[in-house]
């Protein structure tokens, strides 16, 4: 069975920067799209970007200035970093694997537990 | 960006209903439009794939429908352990969106 489960800093200040880990349990770690995804309440759901196994990555344009997601394969584990963060990144921050094995269809088929974060000075 | 707009935000309704939300995107998806259930304070969990397909497990009362850009999530009989947040979702282009979620609640 396919666990995520993540973990990282969950209070901030303004201008510091979020860093979140998610460790991938059971499966395989290739042919998938590790992928991070935060939910607010103003905002909703927001699909923050993913990187497969090779390293390749994919960004919000929305936050591609501030997001770095980088990937260890040995571990199977995928890291988030969010740059110069402000009260309007506070969230909570999921991780979770992008699939294929839908056919063309991209779905999110296992999900982390979710981090909340909090920036606040 | 796909917009993706869901509707109603919210609606009540009793065990036993016939329950539609839908989905309407900004611009068309193909079938590239997913389901997803959550609870209070759990993530979301993936229930329906490609418009109309159900994840494995997914009860059948579940069902999905539509094409380009308006698509719908039915729940018949509605079960009290269906009492959540639906939100649809695109894969068709990045960034992925979702929508803004449908909150079903008991009458």
């Known amino acids: 069975q396919v666990q995520l489960q993540q973990w990282g800093a969950g209070l901030l200040k303004p201008s510091e920067t979020l860093s979140l880990t998610c460790a991938v349990y059971?499966?395989?770690?290739?042919?998938?799209?590790w992928t991070w995804i935060r939910q607010t309440p103003g905002k909703g759901l927001e699909w923050i970007g993913d990187i497969n196994d090779a390293g390749s990555t994919n960004y919000n344009p929305s936050l591609k200035s501030r997001v770095s997601i980088s990937v260890d394969t040995a571990k199977n584990q995928f890291s988030l970093k969010l740059t110069s963060v402000s009260a309007a990144d506070t969230a909570v921050f999921y991780c979770?694997?992008?699939?294929?094995?839908?056919?063309?269809?991209?779905?999110?088929?296992?999900w982390g537990q979710g981090t909340p974060v909090t920036v606040s000075s | 960006d796909i917009q993706m707009t869901q509707s109603p935000s919210s609606l009540s309704a009793s065990v036993g209903d016939r329950v539609t939300i839908t989905c309407r995107a900004s611009?068309?998806?193909?079938?590239?439009l997913n389901w997803y259930q959550q609870k209070p304070g759990t993530a979301p969990k993936f229930l329906i794939y490609a418009v109309s397909n159900l994840q494995s497990g997914v009860p059948s009362r579940f069902s999905g429908s539509g094409s380009g850009t308006v698509f719908t999530l039915t729940i018949t009989s509605l079960q009290p352990e269906d009492f959540a947040t639906y939100y649809c979702?695109?894969?068709?282009?990045?960034?992925?969106?979702f929508g803004q979620g449908t909150k079903v609640e008991i009458k």
């Open positions: 059971g499966g395989s770690f290739s042919r998938y799209f």
């Open positions: 979702q695109q894969s068709h282009s990045t960034p992925r969106t």
């Open positions: 611009q068309s998806t193909g079938r590239y």
């Open positions: 979770a694997r992008g699939s294929y094995d839908y056919g063309d269809y991209e779905t999110f088929d296992y």
